[in-house]
């Protein structure tokens, strides 16, 4: 139920990977690896997937947003640069991290993530603004945002309007 292969020097996990049906968490950080296989969307009880600190880029495949399971998604260190709308459909997903990479954007209706409680996108200097919807994700509770190239009066009014005017912790 769980594989853990950080720091390992891979370069690639196998398509394969797709087949491990029961599989809860998957650690994979520290590695070498420029993608994840479009295979990982049919880990079907995957509640945890973490791949920080690789080379993945320019984006994570599609079929992410496929694990209706899926809690945990950590990607932070990479080098992607747009991430899946999917992500947006993801109904469990409760910790975003996609801190240092390259983004220019977050996926419009990232809010619609209903329990979606933490997001971290710090260090994605093209980020220049946060999607509206996460205003109104009443499950959202902190964003961590600094380093990035957000408008100061958008912000402000983001965090105003969050969680139904009680705000948000940025």
């Known amino acids: 139920r769980v594989l853990m292969l950080a720091g390992n020097r891979l370069r690639a996990l196998p398509d394969a990977i797709g087949n491990l049906e029961d ?14 296989p479009e295979t990982v969307g049919r880990c ?5 997937l973490d791949a920080h600190g690789n080379q993945i880029g320019p984006t994570v495949p599609a079929s992410i947003a496929d694990l ?9 260190g990479n080098r992607i640069e747009a991430l899946p709308d999917g992500l947006s459909a993801m109904r469990r997903l409760r910790r975003l991290n996609v801190a240092e990479n390259d983004l220019a954007a977050l996926p419009e209706r ?13 260090a994605n200097p093209r980020l220049a603004r946060l999607p509206e919807s996460l205003a ?10 600094e380093a990035c190239g957000l408008d100061g009066d958008r ?14 912790e940025l």
């Open 23 to 36: 599989l809860e968490e998957l650690s994979v950080p520290g590695n070498a690896l420029r993608a994840l």
């Open 136 to 145: 109104a994700n009443l499950s959202l509770k902190a964003v961590w945002a």
């Open 44 to 48: 079907r009880s995957l509640r945890s």
């Open 155 to 168: 912000l402000g009014a983001f965090a105003r309007d969050a969680d139904g005017g009680d705000g948000i």
């Open 68 to 76: 209706a399971a899926l809690e945990d998604l950590a990607v932070q």
């Open 110 to 122: 990232l809010g619609d993530a209903a329990m979606l409680t933490t997001l971290w996108c710090y």
